[in-house]
């Protein structure tokens, strides 16, 4: 890769994240420049975050609906997925996954609400009453 094929972002207006770039200079030789994310880092971020959003509102209307409980409502809020949810809260994969439905989500004990609402790092109204 040619040195100016590799742009390096001096100006901080571009995002306070440092990176690591490596190029070749003209006789060969790697050269390690250090600068700011650039647009197209800020472009791709904002890609993922928008995707992450349509996702976690397409949970909060299927809760809304009654398709599915709220713990995939702050599942997805919380960038979790069902297996590290169930580390997370010491709940195994197959029973968090079953917790989904919400006919099982409403017969729940205390104790495994409690279980889901300190692993959202949320009280349990708040886990039962999605915004």
């Known amino acids: 890769m040619e040195e100016n094929q590799n742009p390096v972002y001096k100006n901080k ?3 306070q994240s440092r990176e690591l770039l490596y190029s070749y200079e003209n006789d060969g030789q790697y050269k390690k420049t250090v600068g700011f994310h650039g647009e197209p880092d800020r472009i791709i971020l904002q890609q993922a975050w928008d995707l992450f959003g349509e996702r976690i509102e397409d949970a909060r209307k299927r809760v809304k609906a009654g398709k599915v409980s709220p713990v ?17 809260a010491g709940i195994s994969l197959w029973r968090v996954k079953w917790h989904f439905r919400p006919v099982v989500f409403n017969r729940l004990q205390e104790k495994t609400l409690q279980k ?8 349990i109204d708040q886990l039962k009453n999605i915004e």
């Open 13 to 15: 207006d571009y995002g």
């Open 72 to 88: 995939v409502y702050y599942m997805e809020k919380n960038l979790l997925d069902p297996m590290n949810l169930g580390m997370i």
């Open 116 to 123: 889901y609402a300190k692993a959202f790092n949320i009280t």
